[in-house]
Every structure is written in structure tokens, then in C-alpha cells.
T-cell receptor, first 113, second 113 residues
């Protein structure tokens, strides 16, 4: 899996959009970009994934650059409950590699009132 | 559907003892992965089981082992516990189809004294 680079920490005002960047410059063509988050002392939670196109679900939006070397997770209206560590993972879920995720240090997002 | 469950949630053991942790995946999920999370090393992949077979293994000593049963429930065992084994142990399950996102349990907090 390609290495990802994320800023260690970010702040966001409550109600504003939180934009979390991720660099994955060595990503290969068959690797997806997955985002998970971990609220303190809980298990990580899947947020969203994408391959080439931008994606949106009820939790967030994922913007992937055309060259796929970076992406941005967008939480449109951050709340205090969105305070968590956010992990960006580039992963090829091939049949022999499906369940093996390599987590980096992630970005600690602090949403402030 | 019920989520991933892990038992016990908290455990205190003494050095040299062994411990068994249990994980019940989401119904229908055949892949179960285990992770260790410590403040120093972050989230690290231990191993993955699929249809009762170990499909992937991380870089951990042989004291760490696991198994999976025919109902996809999984156990992991740590023998000859060391102080450094104190950690949050997380289990995740995933479906057999893309995008293979993982759903994590709440974890078992193991303290070795």
C-alpha cells in the first residue's frame, strides 16, 4: 500500500467545513483511498472511500485530484462530535490483501465551539 | 445489523500469563482482522482470518496467535504476556465484496502488570 502523509493536527470552528488533506503521491492505479476516524478510545469508524471520482455520502465528501496524488476529506458542517483522529489509507483490497490496513499517525481534528 | 462485538472489554493480567480475546463479526462477514493500538506505535495490523484460515499476518512475535471458527467468530491469544503487550486490541470485520471497508469493534483494553 502506498504511504500517505497527513498533517498531525488541525482545528476547525463548529459549524464550519473541515477540510482534511492527505498526500499519497506514490499511489498505484488499483489502490483506493479510504478514510476512517477514531473518536477517543473507540474503535475506528469507516467514513468514505474513492478510487478516481469524487464521492459523497451522509458523513462526508472525498475529493481526489485528477492525478490521484492527493485527496481531501470534507466534513461540511463540523460539530463537536467530529473531534477525532482521521486516518487516510491508500489500499488495494485484492483478494489476498483485503483485511490488512496500514494506519499512519493520522490527523487529530479538534472542533472548537 | 448488530455491529462487531468484542469480549471482554477490559482485562488485567500479570506478566507471564496468557490471555484470550474474542470477536464476533457482523453477520455475513467472513473476514476478521485484528489490530493492536498503543500510544507509541499507533494502530498496527496483527493478522486477518478468512473462512477459518489466516490470510495475512503482521510483524508480531509468535506469542500472538489467532483462530477463526466456522461461524466466523475469531479469537486471539497472547501467551507469556509482557508489559509491552498492554494495549487496546481491536477487531474488525469486512464483507466479501468491494469496497471491503472494515467495521471495527469497541476493542479490548488489556493491561499487563
Amino acid at each position: 500500500d502506498a504511504k500517505t502523509t497527513q498533517p498531525p493536527s488541525m482545528d476547525c470552528a463548529e459549524g464550519r467545513a473541515a477540510n482534511l488533506p492527505c498526500n499519497h503521491s506514490t499511489i498505484s492505479g488499483n489502490e483506493y483511498v479510504y478514510w476512517y476516524r477514531q473518536i477517543h478510545s473507540q474503535g475506528p469508524q469507516y467514513i468514505i472511500h474513492g478510487l478516481k471520482n469524487n464521492e459523497t455520502n451522509e458523513m462526508a465528501s472525498l475529493i481526489i485530484t485528477e492525478d490521484r496524488k492527493s485527496s481531501t476529506l470534507i466534513l461540511p458542517h463540523a460539530t463537536l462530535r467530529d473531534t477525532a483522529v482521521y486516518y487516510c489509507i491508500a489500499h488495494y483490497p485484492g483478494s489476498s490483501n483485503t483485511g490488512k490496513l496500514i494506519f499512519g499517525q493520522g490527523t487529530t481534528l479538534q472542533v472548537k465551539p | 445489523k448488530a455491529g462487531v462485538t468484542q469480549t471482554p472489554r477490559y482485562l488485567i493480567k500479570t506478566r507471564g500469563q496468557q490471555v484470550t480475546l474474542s470477536c464476533s463479526p457482523i453477520s455475513g462477514h467472513r473476514s476478521v482482522s485484528w489490530y493492536q493500538q498503543t500510544p507509541g506505535q499507533g494502530l498496527q495490523f496483527l493478522f486477518e482470518y478468512f473462512s477459518e484460515t489466516q490470510r495475512n499476518k503482521g510483524n508480531f512475535p509468535g506469542r500472538f496467535s489467532g483462530r477463526q471458527f466456522s461461524n466466523s467468530r475469531s479469537e486471539m491469544n497472547v501467551s507469556t504476556l509482557e508489559l509491552g503487550d498492554s494495549a487496546l486490541y481491536l477487531c474488525a470485520s469486512s464483507a466479501d465484496m468491494p469496497p471491503y471497508e472494515q467495521y471495527f469493534g469497541p476493542g479490548t483494553r488489556l493491561t499487563v502488570t
